[in-house]
């Protein structure tokens, strides 16, 4: 016995093929909408690396500006004047202090902490409190060609360009100029 096949109509073969006609470039959108992220995720990883790297704060050598674990970016430049926060390397390490003198100033540093860059005191409100900390350089101190004079604005406990062990920077070393704190979002903002 014959069985009746059930023959569809022009109008159910013209649905069909409109609907896997849809399912076809849904498909095709969402396969662009996903490689355009991933290149936009690129580029913007690959920005943020090259101008604008992502550091994390360790120790507390920059209290109160700057706390342990707190997550800043950093930009890439090379021009600072006194009182800008940069990152630089160190001993294989990144570390971050803020830029007291340049080349050919000359820096001291008082007993009470207070500091002079070119026998004028520097205002310097980002401080909780003056202190020597370790200071084994030779008073009055003059930075040399193409050198930093960096120090933590934790001044007591800081390991700086007051001491030897670590010393001016070279310009070549500095990472960037930190500009943003991003973390935590208590604390997002500018970085003085």
Avoid: H
Wanted: positive net charge.
């Amino acid at each position: 016995m014959k069985q009746k096949l059930d023959r569809p109509s022009i109008e159910e073969i013209d649905q069909e093929i409109e609907r896997l006609r849809y399912q076809k470039r849904t498909g095709q959108t969402v396969k662009r909408m996903l490689y355009s992220l991933v290149v936009v995720a690129a580029v913007a990883v690959l920005a943020v690396t090259i101008w604008m790297p992502v550091l994390r704060i360790t120790g507390s050598s920059m209290k109160p500006t700057l706390n342990e674990g707190e997550i800043v970016l950093a930009m890439r430049t090379k021009n600072f004047k006194s009182g800008d926060v940069i990152a630089f390397y160190y001993d294989n390490k990144i570390l971050i202090k803020r830029v007291i003198a340049a080349q050919g100033q000359y820096v001291d540093i008082r007993e009470n902490g207070s500091v002079l860059v070119d026998g004028e005191m520097l205002e310097e409100p980002y401080l909780l409190e003056k202190a020597l900390g370790e200071c084994n350089i030779q008073l009055p101190y003059q930075v040399g060609e193409g050198q930093i004079f960096v120090m933590g604005d934790d001044r007591q406990i800081s390991l700086d360009s007051r001491s030897t062990v670590v010393g001016t920077v070279s310009e070549e070393k500095v990472l960037g100029r930190v500009v943003f704190r991003i973390w935590p979002l208590s604390a997002i903002g500018r970085v003085k």
